[in-house]
């Protein structure tokens, strides 16, 4: 098959002469993903219980005091329990 390359919207292109292609299309045709097998993502369930969470990285002079994310969260909540108490 001859190569033909086009500008076309300022990319350059390359199409095999007698092939069908849709320049809408991005995606290869080579990539034929109508005889794949879908399945579902087995972190799917995980993603949407840490959805809600906040995630905050520790310097390392204080992450050395910590055993775990479990112990930080025990840390603060006592800290929390405090100011409440000096607060009210």
Not at 28 to 42: F, M, T, V
Request: charged letters at 35%.
């Amino acid at each position: 098959m001859k190569k033909i390359s086009k500008i076309i919207d300022g990319d350059k292109v390359t199409i095999y002469e007698g092939r069908q292609v849709d320049l809408d299309d991005d995606l290869a045709p080579e990539y034929d993903l109508s005889k794949s097998e879908w399945k579902p993502n087995p972190y799917a369930k995980r993603l949407r219980e840490q959805k809600n969470k906040l995630t905050v990285q520790l310097d390392a002079d204080i992450a050395q005091y910590f055993e775990n994310s479990r112990s930080v969260n025990r840390f603060l909540r006592r800290q929390i329990k405090l100011i409440q108490k000096v607060v009210m």
